[in-house]
């Protein structure tokens, strides 16, 4: 190296090749088809809920009061997370038609990663929610079966998503330095 290193370097770091627009748009495109795949047997798993709720619920003898409570319950969370999870593709612009640019690309792929960080935190607290109401639907039930019903799914459930989180922010720190560095050429 010279004697002006930081020269050298900012030479080296804008010599850089940028992200080929292509490759951005192809993985964008790839991208959207697997969420509105896993959009359609998301909801095609809710409608199948909703649809053995309300069969249970109308073949269910009326002296079973607490299995309506639970039916209700399940009836309700079904249709609360997919709400929310809706909400948060909106908000985030999951579905929207690929950008013209690579820079606008870049943002479509951080609005992305910022959407599974947002769905993981639902997620959560939606886990967080079924054992709430597990346990006052359930407040004589068995502790251990408790745990093994509820709490040890919930538990593995945040354990995923921790490291799928970790992942997203990695993945969010590399497309902000490429964004900015695309910025700055």
């Known amino acids: 190296m010279s004697g002006d290193d930081w020269g050298d370097l900012a030479t080296t770091w804008t010599s850089a090749p940028a992200p080929a627009a292509d490759t951005l748009l192809r993985e964008i495109r790839r991208l959207q ?9 998301e909801l095609a798993a809710t409608i199948a809920t909703l649809g053995l709720v309300a069969f249970i619920w109308f073949n269910l003898p009326v002296e079973r009061v607490e299995g309506r409570r639970w039916l209700a319950a399940a009836a309700a969370l079904a249709i609360g997370g997919q709400s929310v999870h809706w909400w948060l593709r909106r908000r985030y612009a999951l579905f929207s038609a690929p950008a013209a640019n690579v820079v606008a690309l870049i943002d479509q792929r951080i609005r992305a990663e910022r959407y599974v960080l ?7 607290a939606l ?8 346990r006052a639907l359930l407040p004589s039930a068995d502790p251990v079966k408790l ?12 354990v995923w998503a921790l490291w799928r989180a970790r992942r997203a922010a990695r ?13 700055d050429g």
């Open 171 to 183: 993945a969010l720190e590399r497309l902000r330095a490429e964004r900015d560095a695309l910025g």
């Open 147 to 158: 745990l093994l019903g509820a709490v040890a799914p919930t538990l593995a459930s945040f």
């Open 127 to 134: 886990c967080v929610v079924v054992l709430f109401v597990a």
């Open 33 to 41: 088809r697997r969420r509105r795949l896993l959009f359609a047997l």
């Open 118 to 124: 947002a769905q993981l935190g639902a997620g959560t």
